[in-house]
């Protein structure tokens, strides 16, 4: 939320509402995320918003959309993720399917609303008119674009179907190839057979490594050799921090990389250098260090210039704008609209 001014309003109140149309009557865009009828119960719905705003675009988030039979259950990130299809095919088939961490579900319906609502102003500003925009968690996770794009056209060519896969057959798909530890965390690594040479070359070509045998198909899958491999390997990474085998590995064309806690991200050089991190002070906490922008625009530079708004922080400068005088502002706090 940097960048945004924040105001409170009580849209149980008819001047509540009565400036929520207000601020409507001069926006492009309105998001809102109740549940589906609450817009229309403050008498807010698309069709009044549209009125005072023939070019508005209302973007509304929710469950499972503005219509349809489970337009009003109630559903958490976890089952939405799950009723969407992601969850079957995630994690290894010897136990119950295991979600991806956070709530990637919200952030990718949150990454949908927000090209649409883009498309959505686009189209107003062609047209003169805007439109109601209905955005269904499920559905953004019914209709992502994950490794289940490569498994349908896989299928559509061999008619064969796949599924999460065994402990077994997911950890005997090539090495080295995962998670390792290192001296001070994890490193990623990602080799197999296609790049085997080069890791070899990388731990310093140990004889026991040159041996023919190796460099088979057959000895990726080979748990023996896997076992006898890390015995290489292990004492290789173990002695070398998370930058020091991440350097190696890109000396000799190896995909690696660190596993970054946030104090890494902070320290790192790569971020520092592209101004990834910006200062700024914040009225109650002092000055704190946020993300900065996610993007490079060279023409138009964004940068994070305010905090995240305090609760109404910015009320009574943004009803000023809309023309209330301060008296009616004081009276609209009075009475707990504000």
């Not at 950890?171 to 490193?187: E, H, I």
Request: aromatic letters at 10%.
């Amino acid at each position: 939320n940097t960048n945004k001014r924040g105001i409170t309003l009580d849209l149980n109140t008819e001047e509540g509402r009565a400036a929520a149309i207000e601020l409507a009557r001069r926006s492009h865009v309105v998001v809102e995320s109740f549940r589906p009828g609450t817009m229309e119960s403050f008498g807010l719905g698309y069709g009044s918003l549209s009125a005072a705003n023939p070019s508005l675009v209302v973007t509304s988030i929710s469950n499972f959309g503005q219509t349809g039979p489970y337009r009003d259950w109630r559903a958490s990130e976890l089952i939405l993720y799950g009723m969407g299809g992601e969850l079957i095919s995630t994690g290894i088939a010897e136990r119950e399917p295991i979600k991806m961490g956070g709530t990637v579900g919200l952030y990718q319906a949150g990454t949908v609303a927000a090209y649409a609502t883009l498309a959505a102003v686009t189209g107003a500003r062609q047209r003169g008119a805007g439109e109601h925009v209905d955005i269904s968690i499920m559905e953004t996770q019914a209709g992502s674009i994950d490794r289940r794009l490569s498994l349908l056209l896989a299928y559509q060519y061999t008619d064969e179907t796949t599924s999460r896969e065994s402990l077994d057959a997911a950890s005997g798909t090539g090495f080295p190839g995962g998670v390792y530890p290192c001296a001070d965390g994890y490193v990623q690594i990602t080799a197999g057979l296609v790049w085997f040479d080069r890791v070899v070359r990388m731990l310093g070509s140990p004889e026991g490594l040159l041996d023919p045998k190796w460099y088979t198909s057959e000895a990726q899958s080979d748990p023996e050799l896997k076992e006898e491999f890390d015995g290489y390997f292990y004492p290789w990474v173990l002695t070398r921090t998370k930058q020091e085998v991440w350097e190696a590995a890109q000396e000799f064309r190896v995909l690696s990389g660190p596993l970054n806690t946030m104090d890494d991200l902070m320290r790192d050089a790569f971020f520092q250098g592209r101004g990834a991190f910006a200062e700024i002070d914040h009225p109650e906490a002092g000055a704190l260090t946020y993300p900065g922008r996610p993007v490079v625009l060279n023409a138009t530079p964004w940068s994070v210039r305010r905090p995240a708004p305090r609760l109404g922080e910015h009320t009574d400068e943004v009803l000023a704008e809309l023309g209330y005088a301060q008296a009616a502002i004081d009276r609209m706090k009075a009475k707990g609209v504000i």
